[in-house]
């Protein structure tokens, strides 16, 4: 059987207005994105609705994420909400999401894996893998770890963090369903063509493997 597609997830900088990213998550879209992540920490609910409502006019909503915000997800019937440290339990945010959304929740640790798994996540974002501007002066993760968890969960892990497109076989081959990308999509000068590289990496990662 040919393995499922492998996923492209693309997270918004926290740093570009509404109009820009409806410009990239279009371009994206066509370069081979799975989902994007809302991921706007300083932005209220409200503004975070207008965006979901703006973007699904240009991608399917199903393909839409948010981050943190459980209730904005359920109220506007996005693809699902990505839950952070601080945000609901996977537990809590089931009860609010119908069961075709998906909960997903950040991960740094075996521990905080089984423990998200055991709630009731549908997947797991495991990071930052490989050093990253989005967490300045942390030590990266690598992949070690990172292939304990995969063996340990039975539900899908999406490697994150500082991933190129050169990178993405090592994380492929430490048995991730995907991989999410912020900077080597948002900073790129022409997002179709970055999301392109990405979209090419994965599906011929096997290919590439050292
Ligand atoms: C051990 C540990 N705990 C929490 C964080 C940061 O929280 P996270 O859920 O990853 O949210 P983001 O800031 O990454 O959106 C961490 N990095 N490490
Ligand atoms: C939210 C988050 N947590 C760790 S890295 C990251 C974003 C990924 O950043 P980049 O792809 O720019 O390294
Ligand atoms: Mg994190």
Same mark, same amino acid.
Request: aromatic letters at 6%; glycine letters at 10%.
């Given at each position: 059987?040919?393995?499922?597609?492998?996923?492209?997830?693309?997270?918004?900088?926290?740093?570009?207005?509404?109009?820009? %990213?409806? +410009?990239?998550?279009?371009?994206?879209?066509?370069?081979?994105?799975?989902?994007?992540?809302?991921?706007?920490?300083?932005? &209220?609910?409200?503004?975070?609705? *207008?965006?979901? *409502?703006?973007?699904?006019?240009?991608?399917? +909503?199903?393909?839409?994420? %948010?981050?943190?915000?459980?209730?904005?997800?359920?109220?506007?019937?996005?693809?699902?909400?990505?839950?952070?440290?601080?945000?609901?339990?996977?537990?809590?945010? /089931? +009860?609010? !999401?119908?069961? =075709?959304?998906?909960?997903?929740?950040?991960?740094?640790?075996? *521990?905080?894996?089984?423990?998200?798994?055991?709630?009731?996540?549908?997947? !797991?974002?495991?990071?930052?893998?490989?050093?990253?501007?989005?967490?300045?002066?942390?030590?990266?993760?690598?992949?070690?770890?990172?292939? &304990?968890? %995969?063996?340990?969960?039975?539900?899908?892990?999406?490697?994150?963090?500082?991933? /190129?497109?050169?990178?993405?076989?090592?994380?492929?081959?430490?048995?991730?369903?995907?991989?999410? %990308? !912020?900077?080597?999509?948002?900073?790129?000068?022409?997002?179709?063509?970055?999301? +392109?590289?990405?979209?090419?990496?994965?599906?011929?990662?096997?290919? =590439?493997?050292?």
């Amino acid at each position: 059987m040919r393995p499922a597609c492998p996923e492209l997830h693309v997270i918004t900088s926290g740093r570009h207005e509404r109009d820009h %990213v409806l +410009r990239m998550a279009e371009a994206a879209n066509k370069g081979g994105m799975t989902y994007l992540h809302i991921r706007e920490k300083h932005r &209220t609910a409200q503004e975070i609705a *207008e965006w979901v *409502e703006a973007l699904a006019g240009i991608i399917p +909503r199903v393909q839409i994420i %948010v981050n943190d915000r459980v209730d904005v997800a359920a109220a506007y019937g996005c693809g699902g909400s990505h839950l952070a440290y601080h945000s609901l339990s996977p537990e809590a945010a /089931r +009860r609010i !999401l119908r069961s =075709n959304q998906l909960i997903g929740r950040s991960v740094h640790s075996l *521990e905080e894996a089984c423990l998200a798994a055991e709630q009731g996540a549908d997947y !797991l974002l495991y990071g930052h893998i490989f050093a990253s501007g989005s967490k300045p002066g942390l030590a990266p993760r690598g992949t070690e770890e990172l292939r &304990t968890i %995969v063996s340990r969960v039975d539900i899908p892990v999406i490697g994150l963090g500082g991933i /190129r497109p050169e990178l993405v076989p090592q994380v492929m081959g430490a048995g991730c369903k995907g991989i999410a %990308v !912020l900077s080597g999509i948002t900073d790129a000068e022409d997002y179709y063509k970055a999301a +392109r590289a990405y979209r090419e990496a994965l599906d011929h990662w096997e290919e =590439n493997t050292g």
